[in-house]
């Protein structure tokens, strides 16, 4: 049947959405469609700004050609010979200067960008890297774009699960932006086997993981040791991992944290559900800082962005890497192939 | 001056302890022993355990002549040809099956160690792999070989600082042995100004870094962006940065935790100070898993151990790698030349 796979329609492109155009984003863009041969990026388009592209692409010193097209569908027919736009809003670049005007377009191409991968005219949505702070200043309420997506999906943003993937580890952090000392109250049996059954899920649909193996990280050093230093593996962790073993989902642990994510260890897993933000993103960014994507997890659409911020500091400058971007529209593509196949299958 | 630093007498032997006997410890002693020239091993001798040694040698198939030594300075001479072994107390081998006897050598090999560096007739103190639930049976009430040898040497407990080292990075927690959820009551200004002072002072004094850079890591994800996601940063960790500073130690931060041990950042510094045992260990360990140093920092005398237990489950099968042995006890060998050396210089 591989056979019918290759013969069916080529799928939609990409929607990418540019982030804040004083950040990286842009120039990323214009670097990634450079090298979309040797590297393999899948088509996408970007949604809005074909003068700040142009700019952008202009000041890292790279020969891209702009071409605005009116509807996603004509991306397919144009990637090979210009980087497609969607000619909608557009501001003028200038990077490391965050403006209001900039906020604006960002928030307008994540709401379009989205608004297209959720009508199918995208077969996924690619965010680029926006400021949160300048983002709630022209009306942007949420956390973060994942909760942003999982609105517009109409998804309960506790039914969102971020998982943070590089070439050498999945992981899932079960809390996320809270103070750490907020960490110990807020895990619960309930909120693991959400999240897990989420993750769970997800791999099997969306990265072809028939049977994925779920180690659950501990909290407290040493696993608490018996419950010596911290009761949270007896009460809470131990108890959830015995629930999603008898739902049948290959989960292990608690793991001592420190352990988890040596060489040996990560070849034991497919995913690394962790109970704070830093026990998830420490590993991931030590190991495969430019190649870092993140995914939503548990969405009717498929979502990833690179894991970096909008770095400011360096943006127009030619020093940003777009290994994290390049990461992060190949693994849309082909989690995006994945759920064409199938439901062709199931269809 | 070098000229004169190659014609003093050698230094001492370092001391090694054999860990529980049926760990790991015997027969990594064996092996590290067999690697002495490939892998430049420095002269050690082992604190009891003839017996013992040379049956773990057999097991792992190693041929290992054993030279029983009455005193510590007979191993200079025979450590080419033979692995020198203290006479004294001694058990049989077997591994996987830790008991009350072993315990009691384990402890006797530890506190005699001890006894030989701090009388100056080893050089420093390398300590084998012990499990501490036993060694509460037989009289051990200390948390770990830290406080051990801390209060052996006349230190207080907080003033002995451990230190996690490894080939491409080195870590101190501030707090280490504690649940998760009491770390933000026990980082305090002074904890961080007391173990910091005491880690650089040493990394100029065992490392030979004149000015070390040190980068202190935050405790909240985001390093609490500015407050929105805890306050330690601000109301502790922050001020304790300036008052290094204005001490005249290069201190930075507070550091996102999750971006400080990232490929380039970890060039940026000499040791990362970290709020809590995982953050210190989990960037270690999914880097150096096999060749981790324990280092002990703040003492008259020079300790190390290699950064593992006694790992029961795979003793005597020849599974269990020496690379941490071998660093420990390179780096015990490189401390003490520097100290003899600053000594030297200073006389």
């Given at each position: 049947?591989?056979?019918?796979?290759?013969?069916?329609?080529?799928?939609?492109?990409?929607?990418?959405?540019?982030?804040?155009?004083?950040?990286?984003?842009?120039?990323?863009?214009?670097?990634?469609?450079?090298?979309?041969?040797?590297?393999?990026?899948?088509?996408?388009?970007?949604?809005?700004?074909?003068?700040?592209?142009?700019?952008?692409?202009?000041?890292?010193?790279?020969?891209?050609?702009?071409?605005?097209?009116?509807?996603?569908?004509?991306?397919?027919?144009?990637?090979?010979?210009?980087?497609?736009?969607?000619?909608?809003?557009?501001?003028?670049?200038?990077?490391?200067?965050?403006?209001?005007?900039?906020?604006?377009?960002?928030?307008?191409?994540?709401?379009?960008?989205?608004?297209?991968?959720?009508?199918?005219?995208?077969?996924?949505?690619?965010?680029?890297?926006?400021?949160?702070?300048?983002?709630?200043?022209?009306?942007?309420?949420?956390?973060?774009q994942t909760e942003f997506v999982a609105e517009a999906c109409g998804v309960a943003a506790e039914d969102a699960v971020m998982m943070l993937a590089g070439p050498s580890l999945r992981t899932v952090p079960i809390t996320v932006h809270i103070a750490l000392g907020r960490v110990p109250q807020a895990i619960s049996v309930e909120l693991i086997l959400r999240r897990a059954r989420i993750a769970a899920a997800a791999l099997t649909r969306d990265f072809g993981i028939a049977a994925p193996r779920l180690a659950v990280a501990a909290l407290n050093p040493h696993a608490g040791e018996d419950g010596r230093m911290g009761e949270e593996e007896i009460a809470i962790i131990a108890p959830a991992i015995a629930q999603l073993r008898a739902e049948g989902i290959a989960a292990t642990g608690p793991h001592a944290a420190d352990a988890l994510f040596a060489p040996r260890a990560r070849g034991s897993y497919d995913l690394a559900l962790c109970m704070y933000h830093d026990q998830a993103l420490i590993p991931l960014k030590t190991l495969d800082f430019d190649a870092g994507v993140n995914v939503t997890l548990g969405l009717p659409i498929i979502r990833t962005s690179p894991d970096h911020g909008t770095a400011f500091g360096i943006a127009g400058q030619g020093l940003a890497d777009s290994g994290a971007t390049i990461a992060a529209l190949r693994m849309a593509g082909e989690c995006a192939a994945r759920r064409a196949t199938a439901h062709e299958f199931t269809a």
């Open positions: 049947m591989i056979g019918a796979v290759s013969d069916s329609p080529p799928l939609p492109p990409l929607a990418v959405s540019l982030g804040d155009p004083a950040g990286v984003g842009p120039e990323l863009l214009a670097a990634v469609w450079v090298s979309r041969v040797p590297r393999r990026v899948p088509c996408f388009f970007a949604v809005g700004g074909a003068r700040l592209l142009r700019e952008a692409a202009r000041q890292r010193g790279l020969d891209v050609p702009i071409r605005e097209i009116a509807h996603p569908q004509e991306a397919t027919a144009c990637f090979d010979r210009a980087l497609p736009v969607l000619a909608e809003f557009d501001v003028a670049y200038a990077p490391g200067k965050p403006c209001h005007q900039g906020a604006e377009l960002a928030l307008a191409s994540l709401t379009q960008a989205t608004r297209l991968a959720i009508a199918g005219a995208a077969s996924g949505v690619v965010t680029g890297p926006i400021a949160k702070s300048l983002l709630a200043q022209v009306g942007f309420a949420h956390p973060g």
